[in-house]
């Protein structure tokens, strides 16, 4: 029996190809880098919910400390003058009413003293007396026999006005006290934190918008852009967001929260941040949540136009294909013909050539393509460094925002970066690594944050228990950072880089080689930027000196191979000429009080400036 195979056009192959080489590259292409696109604008959207929630727990905080500053400077001023008749003096009421003039969300201020009329100055058109004699009794009975009492938010009856006090007490002549109480007005900070747009909550989430609110310890709406919400103080724990603030202890300083929320029947997937403003005694919540739908919109978008044009590129491979497998396979069929005419004995028949040049508009086709994608992934990696310098922006923000809150620590994690990346290159790292240092350096201090200023910007050594305190910064930034996970490659100096070779560090008693390499670099860069940064009790050492002492420490403190780089980078002008030198030239050009002479006993402790 004849066998029958089945056979396949030439021209369905060459289709088929076609298909394969230009239409699968283009997808898998396009999945891929939407799909890697979209982690990126996803990850960048976090970020800036998380910054900006701490951007806004910061505004509340310094709102506090404005008017704590101001009571606390005229509780002083009172105690300085130290005069009994100080409510009756003109000068008193001209500096409140001043006070009033130069701060708008200032109302009132009254100050009590026992056997004599309370004095009480206001802003015309605000508070009543009787308000202000409410307010002000409340505070000052509940106020601390030393430091400022800050309130919590309340709303004067019968209208939509909150306030906060501020009060101290101050002691005088005779030991009389004297009670200063300063009410403040909420709607300025509470525009500040969550606009000044009113609406329903449940229109808020249904249109999508992100909301900004403010809670108290229990979860209770202190600012919020419904302002049913906030004149019943309605507790907001429904929300997943506000529970595991409230359940973290207001520890965690932010925290990136994704949850679901139920709005008149309909669940909407949320993404949301939080942060903790200390306020006073008292912790706040503030929390920013938006559907996920509407706040990725950009990552749809960008996904839809990625696959719309991968799409019509395929589209246009299809058409070339076919027109192309025509042109090409014409030939063919004709010589077949003419081969079949010759084979039933007609040996006139000929086949016509011609000139294919259709194979070079397929292949101009496919090289249009080509461009065009070269074109998007241009476009996709240019976007990827922008997002990855807004990363390193950020980080450098923070750093400087965390050195700025003492002057002679001023620039301090940029120059242990710079010092750290000088040892890095020395020790023969990858470029990878020199940035993960980099950037670890300049977070290695991220955990201060949460320290106290007091002890924080303290002009004089610290004491024990004040050096405890200061110890657990690296505890503190591990925990905020530990929460990113963009930042796990730099956890290592923010954690270890108070760990010693000899295991006598801290926090966790490393030794040898169980601290990280990047912890033993940023140590030893951090020391030595403190030792060269002139303090309020003690002036910088020089280089040379610096470096000896450096020295002495190592096998107990230091690895050897670290210091060495540290010395070989100074002596080939790396780090000499970009730090050391340049603040040896400031010291001699400014015109300074000659600094008291550090005791012996503090020369031990030298290398613990880094902490400070």
């Known amino acids: ?18 298909l394969v080489v230009g239409l699968l590259p283009l997808l898998l292409t396009g999945w891929i880098l939407s799909n890697k696109s979209g ?34 400077g005229f509780g002083t001023a009172f105690e300085m003058q130290n005069d009994p008749q100080i409510l009756t003096s003109a000068e008193t009421e001209t500096k409140l009413a001043q006070a009033l003039k130069e701060n708008p969300d200032l109302l009132a201020f009254s100050i009590t003293q026992e056997g004599a009329e309370p004095l009480s100055v206001f802003r015309p058109g605000g508070l009543r007396r009787d308000e202000i004699e409410q307010l002000a009794g409340a505070a000052a009975s509940a106020s601390n ?15 939509d006005q909150f306030v906060m006090t501020f009060s101290r ?15 403040a007005s909420l709607q300025g900070i509470s525009q500040t934190l969550v606009g000044s747009t009113k609406a329903n909550e449940a229109e808020l989430m249904k249109a999508g918008l992100p909301i900004v609110f403010v809670t108290d310890a229990n979860g209770r709406s202190v600012f919020h852009p419904d302002p049913n919400l906030v004149s019943n103080s309605t507790p907001l724990t429904y929300l997943r967001i506000v529970t595991e603030w409230i359940e973290s202890g207001q520890q965690v300083q932010s925290a990136l929260v994704p949850f679901s929320a139920d709005n008149e029947g309909t669940v909407h997937a949320m993404i949301g941040a939080y942060s903790t403003a200390v306020v006073g005694s008292n912790a706040y919540g503030v929390m920013t949540i938006q559907d996920e739908r509407t706040a990725l919109a950009s990552v749809g978008e960008m996904r839809f136009q990625i696959w719309l044009i991968s799409v019509a590129f395929a589209l246009l491979a299809v058409i070339v294909g076919l027109v192309g497998s025509r042109f090409l396979t014409s030939p063919l069929k004709r010589l077949v013909n003419a081969s079949q005419k010759i084979a039933a004995g007609d040996f006139s ?30 476009k996709l990696a240019k976007a990827a460094t922008e997002n990855r310098e807004l990363f390193v922006g950020t980080v450098k923000a923070l750093a400087a925002a965390i050195d700025g809150k003492d002057k002679y620590t001023r620039g301090h994690s940029e120059r242990v970066a710079r010092i750290s990346v000088a040892i890095g290159r020395r020790m023969g790292m990858t470029d990878a690594e020199l940035d993960d240092l980099r950037m670890g350096a300049l977070l290695h201090d991220v955990g201060k944050i949460a320290i106290d200023d007091a002890i924080l910007k303290k002009p004089a050594a610290l004491t024990d228990a004040e050096y405890e305190i200061m110890k657990t910064h ?13 930042m796990k490659d730099f956890l290592p100096a923010m954690y270890m880089h108070h760990e010693m070779v000899n295991g006598q560090g801290y926090p966790q008693g490393l030794k040898g080689d169980e601290i990280p390499l990047q912890a033993k670099i940023v140590s030893v860069a951090d020391t030595f930027d403190a030792m060269t940064i002139d303090r309020p009790y003690q002036k910088g050492m020089e280089l040379a000196p610096a470096l000896e002492r450096l020295r002495s420490f190592v096998g107990t403190r230091y690895q050897s191979e670290v210091v060495e780089a540290l010395i070989d980078a100074c002596n080939a002008g790396e780090v ?16 300074l009080v000659e600094p008291v002479e550090p ?5 031990d402790d030298l290398l613990e400036l880094a902490v400070a």
């Open 576 to 591: 000499a000429n970009g730090i050391v030198r340049q603040l040896a030239e400031r010291r001699a050009a400014l015109t």
């Open 1 to 18: 029996m004849p066998s029958f195979k089945k056979k396949i056009s030439l021209f369905i192959f060459v289709v088929a190809t076609l």
């Open 349 to 378: 028949s000929r086949v016509e050539t011609n000139n294919i040049s259709e194979l070079g508009v397929l292949g101009d086709s496919f090289n249009s393509m080509t461009d065009k994608v070269e074109e998007q992934i241009v």
């Open 39 to 72: 982690q990126e604008l996803r990850a960048s959207e976090n970020r800036y919910q998380i910054q900006l929630v701490q951007d806004k727990a910061r505004q509340f905080e310094m709102f506090g400390k404005r008017f704590t500053s101001i009571v606390s």
């Open 169 to 183: 007490r101050s002691r005088v002549k005779s030991g009389e006290m004297v009670n200063l109480v300063a009410i």
């Open 474 to 486: 690296p505890q503190r930034g591990y925990k905020i950072m530990s929460q990113i996970p963009a």
């Open 599 to 603: 005791e012996e006993e503090e020369d």
């Open 145 to 159: 026999a030393t430091g400022v009492s800050v309130g919590t938010p309340q709303r004067i009856d019968n209208s």
